[in-house]
């Protein structure tokens, strides 16, 4: 498992992709470590307000290089986009040397590992500055035996429609919102963003195959004294690109409840093969099957996003889904989580 150091002066890179859905890391960083941000590093969109990127950015800089940012005492970079590949864009890479060379530490969620770069890993040493590969998988190998089965805490476990639909903000808002009402609720941090946020957990999309499942089941048993855990989803388990990692975490965990992520207008997946989403009430039936192989379980309710609608139209639509549905609906950040939670059982 990461553990990440307590960093408390964060600096998030962005290069040219500064935005909710293209520097999702970052838009969450700024959501729930906002007070550990002090500042974004994007030369295209230097000087201008970050909440014409980002609204609920706290009114942090957007500045175009390290040097502009020297008098903000940063003790990490954090690579705040989560690309498909993985691979460090070529134009961020001169911000990531030069943090290094200051002796910033540097904090990656990407595919492609920074500490096995020569030039960057030289210039760590030299700097005395230390490089965190978020999805360097763990040194230990467990293959799943259902043990998940054993703890005494719920085991609530977010599922998509899609990849970035809002899986990791949904279980973040419920875990804070059990904690509000005296419950001792914890979250599983399964992604790289998650892992930041918490300070510790694995990303799962980079454990080798057979342990995967075997490396969230780990992560459940830490937490089997709680009274409730949710663990933070992954991809879909329609799409061909990341139908594996969901099913990993569907066994791995042996969660009695799933809550239904999807995103207010989606309706074909965002990576290729770009095919149309199949209708909520067969992936509904599909995560319910394939849970129920190791472990009985049922989509409690759907948080949906509706993050760029109206207030009207998002109304609306959270009505209609539930028709159609038969379940609770609600979006986390617009209504809050009572109504899912109480789905869930927790008052």
Known sequence: MHTLPEYHRLL?????????????????????????VVGVLDATAAGRNIQEFIPWAPPVPILPDLRSAAHLRPDALVVGIAPVGGALPPEMRPAVLAALQAGIDVISGLHSFLADDPELAEAARRGSARLFDLRRPPPTRVVASAQALTTRCRRV????????VGKMVTALELTLAARQRGRDARFIATG??????????????????????????????????????????????????FSGVTLALLHGACPQ???????????????????????????????????????????????????????????????????????????????????????????
């Open 12 to 36: 998030l890179l962005t290069e040219g992709r500064l935005g909710v859905y293209t520097s999702k890391t970052a838009a969450v960083l700024l959501r729930y470590r906002a007070s550990d």
């Open 157 to 164: 476990l977010t599922v998509g429609s899609d990849c970035n």
């Open 192 to 241: 790289q963003t998650g892992i930041m946020v918490a300070g510790q957990g694995i990303t799962i999309d980079a454990c080798i195959a057979d342990f995967a499942a075997g490396a969230v089941e780990q992560m459940v048993l830490q937490s089997a004294d709680a009274d409730i855990c949710f663990i933070e989803g992954q991809g879909s388990i329609a799409h061909p690109g």
């Open 257 to 347: 409840d799933l809550v239904l992520v999807h995103q207010l207008g989606r309706t074909r997946y965002k990576a290729p093969p770009h095919a149309s989403l199949p209708p909520l009430k067969q992936l509904i039936a599909a995560y319910e099957q394939l849970a129920g192989f190791v472990c009985p379980a049922r989509v409690a309710a759907v948080a949906l996003n509706t993050l760029g609608h109206a207030e009207q139209e998002a109304r609306a639509a959270v009505r209609e889904l539930e028709d159609e549905l038969g379940l609770p609906v609600a979006d986390p950040l617009r209504d809050g989580c009572r109504r899912l939670l109480a789905a869930l059982g927790v008052a």
